[in-house]
T-cell receptor
């Protein structure tokens, strides 16, 4: 069966450091992968998308890589700040139509001042 | 623009009661979705719609029904609520084209079935 795993439920890092979150998947060939941020009591908010033919995508302090051979995506936040503390979700497109997203369970990131 | 709006935000139901969750979007999106989020389980797709008048089952559709009578609204119904349906429910919408593929989520509905 299709499975998506995010490396850990919780990750604590020091302010200013780079946070690296991992998303692994099996039995799946997604057209693209998305990363979302979710704050407590709120809905997920889209951050970045990377397509299967792209190796890396950047947006300000965020960087996403996509390795379809390893079936893995890495999400980096450089120069992390306490305001980056949130749960980060990866999501894969299950189907070519209707864009049905399958989500990982998320990694809760805490940036310590 | 309000984006995606869900009603209500909180609800407590007794086992066997019914209710309808309303989702409204003002972005003219073709696609709409209902997800549930449980601790450690991530978001799971319940039902989705690719346009007005259409609906389809997602990963966990049992116990739920949906309707999309208007393009901007997507309703999720629980006919006979069960404690296993205690969850946070999120509605989302997205464009149908390939240029912008991200999903826009509502703020969620926290449902408790006792």
């Amino acid at each position: 069966s299709q499975k998506i795993e995010q490396n850990s439920e919780a990750l604590n890092i020091q302010e200013g450091k780079t946070a690296t979150l991992t998303c692994n998947y099996t039995n799946y060939s997604p057209a693209y992968l998305q990363w979302y941020r979710q704050d407590p009591g709120r809905g997920p908010v889209f951050l970045l998308l990377i397509r299967e033919n792209e190796k890396e995508k950047r947006k300000e302090r965020l960087k996403v890589t996509f390795d379809t051979t390893l079936k893995q995506s890495l999400f980096h936040i450089t120069a992390s700040q306490p305001a980056d503390s949130a749960t980060y979700l990866c999501a894969l497109d299950r189907s070519g139509s209707a864009r049905q997203l399958t989500f990982g369970s998320g990694t809760q990131l805490t940036v310590l001042p | 623009n309000a984006g995606v709006t869900q009603t209500p935000k909180f609800r407590v139901l007794k086992t066997g009661q019914s209710m309808t969750l309303l989702c409204a979007q003002d972005m003219n999106h073709e696609y709409m979705y209902w997800y549930r989020q449980d601790p450690g389980m991530g978001l799971r797709l319940i039902h989705y719609s690719v346009g007005e008048g259409t609906t389809a089952k997602g990963e966990v559709p049992d116990g739920y029904n949906v309707s999309r009578l208007k393009k901007q609204n997507f309703l999720l119904g629980l006919e006979s609520a069960a404690p296993s349906q205690t969850s946070v429910y999120f509605c989302a919408s997205s464009y149908s084209g390939d240029k912008r593929t991200e999903a826009f989520f509502g703020q969620g509905t926290r449902l408790t079935v006792v």
